[in-house]
C-alpha cells in the first residue's frame, strides 16, 4: 500500500500542514478563501456544492443486461463491464483520470481497490469524530461542502473530496446518490453531458474492502440504472494475479 499512495501522500501532508497554519490563526471565512484559492470555487469545480440527493436501496438488478457485459479479474478486481470499454487498474495519486490522453476517444473504467483500513491508516487522528472504518470516512467525505466550512476537520473533507472525485464533465447537471445493493453500498457521483456520461462509484463492500470504479462513457449507452447493476457484479478476486 506505501508504494501505490506515494504520488497521493504529498498532497495530503502539504495541504493539512498548510491548513493547519491557517486555522490557527484564521477563522472560517478564511479557511473557505484558502481552500477556493487553492482547488477552486463551487463555480469551477460544482460538486464541492453538492450534498448526496438520491437514494438506491436494494434497486431492482437486470440480470439480461449483465449476460450482455464481459467479465474482467484485474488483481484485486473482479466486475463485468460494457464490452467496449477499456479498462485500466488504478493506483490512488492525484489528477490520474486527467493525464491518459488516450481516454479522450474511448469509452473507458477505472477500478481501484483498498484494503479494509484504508482511510483509517491515513487519518488515524480523525477516529475521534467518530469515524471508525472506511464507510464512515467516505460518507463525511461526499458529505463535505466549501459552504459548510468551519475548522481543520470540515476543511480537511472538502480537500478529500476534490481529489477522490474525478472528472465528471462539463455543467452542473452533477448529481450524487446513495446506493447499497447485495452486500455493498456507497455513492455514485454522475453527470450526463453531451460529450458522454460520466459516473464515479465510491463503494465498501461488508468487509469494509474499498472500491472505486470511474466510468467515462463516449457513447453515452449508459445510465444510473445500468451502472447500478454493474456495481452489482463486482467482487474482491478471490485469485488476484490471474485472469
Do not use: H
Not at 477522490?164 to 452486500?183: C, E, H, L, M
Amino acid at each position: 500500500m506505501k508504494k501505490k499512495l506515494t504520488r497521493f501522500l504529498p498532497w495530503i501532508v502539504v495541504w493539512s500542514a498548510a491548513i493547519l497554519t491557517v486555522t490557527t490563526f484564521g477563522k472560517p471565512y478564511v479557511l473557505k478563501t484558502y481552500v477556493e484559492m487553492g482547488i477552486g470555487t463551487c463555480n469551477k469545480i460544482p460538486v464541492l456544492c453538492i450534498l448526496p440527493s438520491q437514494n438506491f436501496t436494494n434497486p431492482q438488478i437486470d440480470k439480461n443486461y449483465i449476460l450482455s457485459l464481459a467479465r474482467y479479474k484485474i488483481e484485486e478486481i473482479e466486475i463485468a463491464l460494457p464490452k467496449d470499454f477499456f479498462v485500466i487498474k488504478e493506483q490512488i495519486y492525484r489528477a490520474y483520470y486527467k493525464k491518459r490522453k488516450r481516454t479522450e476517444k474511448d469509452s473507458i473504467a477505472y477500478l481501484l481497490y483498498q484494503n479494509p483500513d484504508f482511510f483509517q491508516s491515513l487519518f488515524p487522528q480523525l477516529k475521534k469524530y467518530s469515524l471508525k472504518n472506511n464507510y464512515d470516512f467516505l460518507s463525511r467525505i461526499l458529505n463535505a461542502r466549501t459552504p459548510d466550512i468551519k475548522d481543520l476537520p470540515s476543511t480537511l473533507f472538502v480537500i478529500l473530496k476534490s481529489i477522490f472525485t474525478p472528472d465528471i464533465g462539463p455543467g452542473s447537471n452533477i448529481k450524487i446518490a446513495r446506493f447499497s445493493v447485495a452486500d455493498k453500498r456507497g455513492f455514485i457521483t454522475y453527470n450526463y453531458t453531451k460529450e458522454g456520461n460520466y459516473f464515479n462509484c465510491d463503494i465498501v463492500n461488508s468487509k469494509q474492502e474499498f472500491f472505486k470504479v470511474y466510468l467515462k462513457d463516449k457513447k453515452k449507452e449508459l445510465d444510473i440504472d445500468k451502472v447500478l447493476t454493474i456495481i452489482s457484479t463486482l467482487q474482491k478476486n478471490k485469485e488476484k494475479g490471474q485472469g
